[in-house]
């Protein structure tokens, strides 16, 4: 009874962390038409969010590991707050993702999206196209111009199959989802 009673406060713990963190990125939808002044007090709100749900996080995996028995939506806000850290910290619990991708407690499309991600946040190409990369362009206090682009990718001629290895659909399928996303197209240099 006390390991139920343990995973029981993991999920409800592990499930409010997860919920923070989505609803702090609410915004995100809405960006192309947001203020550059908009952009930063969200982004600020995120940051502090971020930092919270990292402390709850790592303090249960230092602790005990991957809890076994988790809800969904607890293994999955495990995953939010390791994509949504620091480099360190991505670093730290990739392994660990994998590990759980290949049991099939996260989606190998959450591994993908973590790996993509700390190549992008190393400034190196990722591996499956799961990055896109926003550049703005603010003259005073008007912002000029916004763009979006795939981030740099390792092996361009074989990125479909390494998508559908990890379950993810073909790239040109997911720029146009991105791009109805943000409203304006999405370049693959």
């Given at each position: 009874m006390l390991i139920l009673y343990g995973c029981s406060e993991y999920n409800?713990?592990?499930e409010k962390v997860g919920e923070a963190d989505q609803s702090v990125r609410q915004w995100v939808?809405?960006?192309?038409?947001?203020?550059p002044e908009e952009i930063a007090t969200y982004s600020i709100k995120m940051v502090e969010t971020d930092s919270l749900n990292r402390v709850a996080v790592a303090n249960i995996l230092?602790?005990?590991?991957w809890p076994k028995g988790l809800s969904d939506k607890a293994n999955k806000?495990?995953?939010?707050?390791?994509?949504?850290?620091?480099?360190?910290?991505?670093?730290?619990?990739?392994?660990?993702?994998?590990?759980?991708?290949n049991e099939g407690i996260v989606d190998?499309?959450?591994?993908?999206?973590?790996?993509?991600?700390?190549?992008?946040?190393?400034?190196?190409?990722q591996r499956y196209g799961t990055q896109v990369n926003m550049d703005i362009l603010i003259v005073g206090d008007?912002?000029?111009?916004?763009?979006?682009?795939?981030?740099?990718?390792e092996d361009?001629?074989?990125?479909?199959?390494?998508?559908?290895?990890?379950?993810?659909?073909?790239?040109?399928e997911y720029l146009e989802i991105v791009r109805e996303?943000?409203?304006?197209?999405?370049?693959?240099?």
């Open positions: 409800r713990t592990l939808l809405s960006m192309s038409s947001l203020s230092d602790k005990d590991g806000a495990i995953w939010f707050v390791i994509v949504h850290s620091d480099i360190d910290f991505q670093e730290k619990y990739l392994p660990l993702i994998e590990s759980k991708a190998k499309t959450e591994y993908a999206t973590l790996y993509d991600k700390m190549m992008k946040n190393k400034g190196l190409p008007v912002e000029e111009s916004k763009t979006f682009s795939l981030w740099p990718v361009m001629e074989h990125l479909d199959s390494l998508r559908a290895s990890v379950g993810l659909q073909p790239i040109d996303s943000v409203g304006q197209s999405i370049t693959k240099d």
